[in-house]
């Protein structure tokens, strides 16, 4: 390895189950036009790509597709709300803090690599404390390019100090296995999170039932590999 470990975290279903407070701000924005609301069971088709690819998919869910001079004004209706209850019913996953602190103590980056907007993640991760962990935090709108485009894992890595060389993905849905094979770099899956299909179809280098198993042992022997 010709660097320090990078490891790079999706955020939504990944570190953090934002599921409750997503949901709430998307039946938010559809009681503003008058819509049935989304159930949890409806998450995993919903999360993944953002605040406004979510709120389209919730529309299209219930079969009202959506302008996009609408679907702009919503986004901002989103956002308000859900800044203002931020973090809410948000909780990190069991054992994610532990896993965190021990791959700083050994000197590892850290990362996040989320399609959630930026001024959504770090505020989230703030109000968490988890911000102080992280290297770089970049949003689906800090580059150019978002997951699954390999641009967004590598301009992270690069932020954070990196080397891809030396970089592994984890997270919860295709966005980040695919991101992350794009990449060229090792990707961890967690089960627990917001995937639309079983999580071993996504053909990640590794799943992890629970963050105990992320130490920095585990990390180096994907890097040895």
């Known amino acids: 390895m010709t660097s320090r470990p990078t490891v790079v975290f999706d955020l939504d279903g990944t570190l953090v189950d934002t599921a409750p407070d997503l949901m709430a701000g998307l039946n938010h924005v559809l009681a503003v036009d008058g819509i049935e609301p989304v159930h949890y069971e409806d998450m995993t088709f919903l999360v993944g790509q953002g605040a406004r690819a979510m709120i389209e998919r919730g529309f299209k869910l219930r079969g009202r597709p959506l302008r996009d001079e609408r679907l702009a004004e919503l986004l901002d209706i989103f956002i308000r709300h859900y800044l203002d209850g931020m973090p809410g019913e948000s909780l990190p996953y069991a ?7 021990a791959l700083k103590a050994e000197g590892f980056r850290l990362a996040v690599c989320t399609n959630k907007l930026e001024k959504l993640a770090l505020p989230l991760l703030g ?3 988890l911000d102080s962990y992280f290297d770089a935090i970049a ?6 390019a978002r997951k699954p ?6 301009k992270t890595i690069e932020r954070a100090g990196g080397d ?5 993905m984890v997270g919860d849905s295709v966005n980040d296995i695919l991101a992350a094979q794009n990449a060229g770099i090792p990707s961890v899956a967690v089960p627990f999170g917001y995937s639309d299909v079983p999580v071993e179809t996504l053909n990640p280098t590794r799943i992890i039932g629970h963050f105990d198993e992320l130490t920095p042992d585990f990390v180096r022997s994907l890097l040895a590999n």
């Open 95 to 101: 054992g994610v803090v532990q896993s965190l602190e």
């Open 127 to 129: 109000g968490l404390k």
């Open 139 to 144: 949003g689906g709108d800090t580059f150019p």
């Open 149 to 154: 485009d390999a641009a967004h894992i590598l």
């Open 164 to 168: 891809a060389a030396s970089s592994i």
